[in-house]
């Protein structure tokens, strides 16, 4: 627990250090940044942010895992958008046989 915290820490400050540096910032905006920028606003701690990032981390398996099943319901129970979406994977990747 600690050395995943810990190595929580040094990445968190690898990405304020690099958010520092760059010249747009648009294109390096995602959850730590929000994050970063919150605590840099005051709305948040270091620890907080720290403990958001690392929740994620933890948390987004099962989060993946329950949003694919509830869209893989979805998809089975609207099957004109199952063909829309397949017409478009074949626009995309062509006829290729796709590997898994």
Partial sequence: SKDLKGAMEI?????????????????????ASQL??????????????????????????????VTLFFMLILIAEHPTVEEKMMREIETVMGKQELQS
């Fill in 11 to 31: 990445l968190i400050e690898q990405k304020r250090q690099m958010l520092s540096t760059v010249e747009k910032l648009d294109e390096h905006m995602d959850f």
């Fill in 36 to 65: 970063i920028f919150a605590q840099n606003r005051g709305d948040l701690t270091a620890e907080n942010v720290n403990q958001c990032v690392l929740e994620m981390m933890i948390a987004a398996p099962d989060t993946l895992s």
